[in-house]
């Protein structure tokens, strides 16, 4: 199979709703960034979260092995630190080999869900 | 017309809903792949399925007739194996032409619909 | 301003709800193709539409003024047939100046409505 | 950091839904263009609203800090007019250094919300 994708991913929207209806985690209202790395080496990627009003926080380390498709989801970054709920933010992903990422919001606040999804925006590279 | 897309597709996201509200199978949670072949040549497209925690599956084999479309929905996909329900994955299409991918998903888990759609990532060819 | 878009492109998706729900023609299940022409001269497009079962239909006829966009609904897509509903279809649009086109669904099947949107697949022209 | 993105972006759909339901402005039906510039230094927007019946309204001008993001609310512009509500739209944006737009709807006509988003058309630039 060969490789796939950019190394150089964007997403402009970024915003965790605040509160959720329904049982965790399937229901929490959460945001994810599905990125599939199809090469046979694993991605080693650098998030980047920008934000309205103050410097970028990051990087944020992520990996996803060969040959795999990892949904990380936005409300479990941590490490440098959470990212805000109810925030403007957007977010780059710097990989060292070519993957694809989507966007996804499921929004749970309601007692009907509501859900979006867009390919994020591949710079060439 | 002339033959209008790339051989080549990925779609990072995908998750089918292991509960569903209403009649089948108009209002089934279902992930749908929407497939269109412009050309004058029959469409013969290998599937790759992408987990989180093991090899890819398949190859599924899908063809679409010429000048024809196919909502292609993951939950029929069976041989060799079905795609399992309440589980993160993503897909990559291979096609012996050209063909344009959108993604589609109808989450019915609750009384109210959510629905969601992107176009799919084209790799150059 | 520069012509912004393509003269060719696809929406792989499309399948117009059987029925609705709330006040026409604001909340009809629709299904909408946003297309936008900011050159100088009128754009007149052609549309086929296509099946997973017959030959495609059309083509439909469009014309979007210099400057103007026009959200155009399938559903009132008439010569030389109209759209049937639930019913899989695809569309292709041929211009002859660069417009840019976007695809949008609203389903009110159920009481509360559901979206999706997604820019179409851009051929290179 | 690479800048990334272009210069130019197109939104063919658009549409403020004309009322809403829940508290504001967080469940106000509202328009955002999601607007990221990771360059250092300021982007200078200028944004043209294209309608079906007149000339296009604007330019309006917006500002995105250097290693910012804006998501701005089309409901928010206000000169040269504001964008009308329950009308059809189109937009353009032309920014004096790269950055990624990406255009998101929340339509809370009904209780329960529905969302929608998709990236924008980039014109090479």
Redesign the interface.
């Given at each position: 199979?060969?490789v796939?994708?950019s190394t150089?991913w964007?997403?402009?929207?970024?915003?965790i709703p605040e509160t959720s209806t329904g049982t965790a985690p399937e229901f929490t209202s959460h945001e994810?960034a599905?990125?599939?790395n199809?090469s046979d080496d694993e991605a080693r990627i650098e998030v980047?979260i920008?934000?309205?009003?103050r410097?970028?926080a990051g990087p944020y380390h992520v990996t996803v092995a060969a040959?795999?498709?990892?949904?990380l989801r936005f409300n479990d970054l941590a490490d440098p630190e959470p990212v805000p709920r109810g925030t403007?933010?957007?977010s780059?992903f710097v990989s060292n080999v070519a993957?694809?990422?989507?966007?996804?919001?499921?929004?749970s606040?309601?007692?009907?869900?509501?859900?979006?999804?867009?390919?994020?925006?591949?710079?060439s590279s």
């Amino acid at each position: 199979m060969r490789v796939i994708g950019s190394t150089i991913w964007a997403i402009a929207e970024g915003y965790i709703p605040e509160t959720s209806t329904g049982t965790a985690p399937e229901f929490t209202s959460h945001e994810t960034a599905c990125i599939l790395n199809t090469s046979d080496d694993e991605a080693r990627i650098e998030v980047l979260i920008y934000f309205s009003d103050r410097e970028p926080a990051g990087p944020y380390h992520v990996t996803v092995a060969a040959r795999r498709t990892l949904h990380l989801r936005f409300n479990d970054l941590a490490d440098p630190e959470p990212v805000p709920r109810g925030t403007d933010y957007a977010s780059v992903f710097v990989s060292n080999v070519a993957v694809v990422v989507q966007h996804t919001r499921l929004d749970s606040r309601q007692a009907e869900n509501a859900l979006m999804t867009t390919l994020a925006y591949a710079a060439s590279s």
